[in-house]
């Protein structure tokens, strides 16, 4: 972690966050959790971004009860923004557009940020601060597997004998003398986490699951020694965004959104030629887009009475907002969330198969029906007692697997409609899986032959 950022806990949040003489966005988090640990590498970029600006602390909620039950924190990740002692906001976005744009504004004078965009948008363009094509991407260029056929032909060997399981992916659960995947392999983290994703969508599937593993394999099976991984994850990248038949512009529903995306596509193909794009044109369409979205909604007053309805553009705008960074910083787990969470919700909101208010019903059953069921469970034991968290999380897990047969019980007509949304959800994973398999088979075909 960047020593950019501040680990706090109860006995320093007072000197750390309330006595900072720069505003302080106070991340709460914990070890095992995923979604925090997607937050940790945008944070580490935007620490070194406005370092001597704005300050960025975390804290552990498992460690720190006493600060994460005076902010009521039920869920996490949780971002809160505080200034000058108060706090400002009590639930902040977690894309980087949105934090960029809210740092832009708590850092500077007011009206600057605003002015520097129209000027920007304005003024007769300027020659683009370029490198020689290629020269950007070139270099971070590992070659793949540290060009030895020998080092892929062991690692293949491996994952052929691991289990992969829902605790095991394929890019974690399997490590060479040159390490996981990204060591063995040369190429991003993410990376072997989109090809964690095709495995899971397959493996979720009961009609794939015992091909599941075998799908995992040749993936990497696939990947020629020697190839520039990186630039294989740029292109990924790029295509979940700006597929001409499955990109997010094709969800575009006003012009306003199609424009914004153009000009998203646009600075991300300089991006693959090779072009060093100037934050400042980055930070003028950050500040369009988040400008247009809805706010965040806070959890503390979520619900329909609280909750203002959205035009369709601002519900775009809000899962836009999320890709409107640079490829070089988009994790391909979230461009892929972004990309198949926004169709699936538009093939369910289509087919008519589920409506909104079904969804927050289940919601509302299914967390009333694990809270008593999780009655007699009690708090997570500390990450230093392991033992006694490792059975805590077994029987935590062994619950969840109750919750869906207690409702089956209670509530028989609106599961049997949840289990067909499900049938529903998997038939497209599967799609999409092979869409994104095919897009990187013939991705590492068309490099390899270059």
């Known amino acids: 972690m960047s020593n950019l950022i501040v680990n706090t806990t109860d006995a320093t949040f007072e000197q750390d966050v309330l006595q900072s003489e720069f505003p302080v966005l106070l991340d709460f988090w914990a070890p095992w959790c995923g979604p925090c640990k997607m937050l940790t590498p945008m944070l580490e970029r935007l620490a070194v971004q406005y370092a001597g600006r704005v300050r960025i602390v975390k804290l552990n909620v498992d460690d720190n009860p006493e600060t994460t039950k005076r902010f009521q924190i039920r869920g996490i990740p949780r971002l809160m923004l505080f200034a000058q002692g108060e706090l400002q906001s009590a639930q902040v976005t977690q894309s980087q557009a949105g934090l960029t744009v809210l740092f832009d504004n708590i850092s500077k004078p007011a009206g600057v940020v605003a002015t520097a965009a129209a000027t920007a948008a304005s003024a007769p363009a300027a020659a683009p601060v370029a490198a ?10 590992v070659p793949s597997f540290g060009g030895d056929p020998a080092r892929k032909a062991d690692y293949l060997q491996r994952l052929r004998a691991a289990t992969f399981d829902g605790d095991h992916s394929p890019s974690e659960s399997v490590t060479t003398s040159a390490g996981a995947f990204a060591g063995t392999t040369g190429g991003p983290e993410g990376l072997g986490q989109l090809l964690d994703v095709v495995w899971w969508l397959n493996y979720y599937d009961p009609a794939r699951k015992a091909q599941a593993h075998d799908r995992a394999v040749s993936l990497i099976e696939a990947i020629p020694v020697g190839i520039d991984l990186n630039r294989i994850s740029l292109l990924m990248a790029n295509w979940l965004l700006h597929d001409p038949e499955t990109g997010i512009a094709c969800q575009a529903p006003t012009d306003v959104a199609r424009a914004l995306c153009d000009r998203l596509a646009a600075l991300h193909q300089r991006e693959l030629d090779g072009e060093r794009v100037p934050e400042s044109e980055w930070s003028v369409l950050q500040h369009d887009v988040v400008r247009l979205a809805p706010p965040p909604v806070n959890p503390d007053h979520a619900g329909a009475a609280a909750a203002p309805a959205l035009s369709p553009e601002q519900k775009f705008l809000a899962v836009l907002e999320y890709g409107t960074m640079p490829l070089a910083d988009a994790g ?13 919700n538009l093939e369910i909101e289509r087919s008519g198969c589920w409506s909104a208010e079904e969804n927050q019903q289940y919601q509302s059953v299914y967390e009333a029906t694990r809270d008593a069921l999780s009655s007699a469970l009690g708090e997570r034991p500390a990450d230093e007692d392991a033992e006694a968290a490792a059975q805590w999380d077994e029987r935590s897990k062994s619950i969840g697997a109750q919750v869906q047969p207690a409702i089956q019980k209670s509530h028989p007509e609106l599961q049997a409609r949840r289990d067909a949304v499900e049938r529903f959800q998997k038939a497209l994973g599967s799609r999409v899986a092979d869409a994104v398999q095919a897009q990187f088979l013939a991705q590492c075909a068309a490099v390899a032959t270059r």
């Open 332 to 344: 391909l787990n979230n461009l892929f969330n972004i990309v198949y969470g926004r169709t699936l």
């Open 132 to 141: 020689p094509a290629g020269a950007a991407l070139a270099a971070s260029v």
